[in-house]
């Protein structure tokens, strides 16, 4: 039985976007970029995928690079090819050439030693959607807050 560990999430994409779906693919590292990765040393806040030439890379993840590496370490922002099925990535392909649609990491994970992320096939929010989610929430903590004050 596999565990899956999440190494980072991307809070600031819920925040930023409506999600549409989500889906999960791999990722190419390098020997040092996994060892960093294990370690929690990545960044997804301004990520985003890309579907170029039949191919799905992941753009603009930072990741730091591994101290015990060799000088040649790989540049921290580099393109990183996803690995999907040629289904999937003609699909999103498809569907971000729609107005509007992009492709964002929210989570990063190991399964069985893999590197693993989640994409969403988002949608942006205008600031009156970010107002009324945090509206929302707030509205929903102050009543759990009530709740947990009555008991």
């Known amino acids: ?11 600031r994409a819920r925040h930023d976007y409506f999600i ?6 791999g990722v190419v590292l390098t020997g040092t970029e ?7 040393k990545i ?4 990520g985003f995928a890309r ?31 996803l690995l999907l099925r040629r289904r999937q990535i003609a699909e999103l392909g498809a569907k971000t050439a ?4 992009t492709l964002v990491p929210l989570k990063i994970y190991l399964t069985r030693g893999r ?3 989640e994409l969403g096939l988002a949608r942006g929010k205008h600031t009156y959607d970010k107002r009324h989610s945090l509206a ?4 929903k903590l102050d009543v759990e807050r009530a709740l947990r004050a009555r008991d």
Not at 1 to 11: G, W
Not at 20 to 25: C, G, N
Request: avoid cysteine; glycine fraction near 6%; charged fraction near 40%.
């Open 43 to 46: 960044t997804l806040t301004d």
């Open 51 to 81: 579907v170029r030439d039949g191919e799905a890379w992941l753009e603009n993840v930072y990741v730091a690079p591994y101290e015990q590496g060799v000088r040649e370490n790989p540049d921290p922002r580099r393109r990183r090819k």
């Open 20 to 25: 549409d779906e989500t889906l999960e693919a």
């Open 115 to 117: 590197a693993k992320v």
């Open 34 to 40: 996994i060892k960093s990765v294990r370690e929690g």
């Open 98 to 101: 729609q107005k509007g649609l």
């Open 136 to 139: 929302e929430r707030e509205a």
């Open 1 to 11: 039985m596999s565990e899956d560990r999440t190494i980072a999430t991307n809070r």
